[in-house]
């Protein structure tokens, strides 16, 4: 179901690309994300509102996030800087994202909301967009961990999953199609 749901975000992402990012679009990719699925009718995960219990990111090397009493206040100042920003940068949604990871402010779906709202933004902003791949999470979540103390490890593995991106269209891009009118039909 989650992945279904997946292809119905990224079609709300597209519809709302020139969209300002607030507070609702956020609650309504979380929504999107979670509808259907065995968290939307378990109250633990109060789908499609903020946390109501504490979470953490990770299992190992736990990296802390707000408290569900004051992710609301977190999120509207979260959102207010950003958004007073006159330039975004990769730089600037890469610290948007760390700030959005330690909040935390869904029962679940947070990384992946998040990894959504840098892709949107990075479209909005034309800058070239990317996926932390599977392979490369532990180098993300070190990075999320790390990054008060060096900015690096979280910054390069985005620019690394951006090449990669980068590669990936380009070999979209440049393929050549043998297709004749008998392969059509």
């Not at 490890?153 to 690394?160: A, G």
């Amino acid at each position: 179901m989650e992945t279904v749901n997946h292809f119905k975000l990224f079609d709300f992402i597209l519809d709302h690309i020139d969209d300002e990012l607030n507070k609702d679009m956020i609650i309504e990719m979380n929504k999107i994300l979670k509808k259907g699925t065995s968290d939307e009718s378990n109250p633990r995960y109060n789908v499609g509102e903020f946390k109501i219990h504490p979470n953490v990111i990770g299992l190992v090397n736990v990296i802390k996030t707000s408290k569900p009493g004051e992710v609301e206040k977190d999120i509207d100042m979260l959102i207010s800087n950003y958004t007073k920003q006159s330039e975004i940068t990769l730089e600037y949604i890469v610290e948007f994202h760390l700030r959005f990871e330690r909040i935390h402010p869904f029962g679940d779906g947070n990384g992946r909301i998040g990894r959504a709202i840098i892709f949107k933004e990075c479209l909005k902003n034309n800058i070239v967009p990317f996926f932390i791949l599977d392979r490369d999470k532990p180098y993300y979540l070190r990075g999320l961990k790390e990054y008060d103390r060096d900015k690096t490890y979280l910054l390069e593995t985005c620019l690394n999953e951006q090449d990669i991106y980068i590669d990936l269209c380009k070999q979209l891009l440049n393929l050549e199609f043998d297709i004749t009118v008998d392969d059509i039909g």
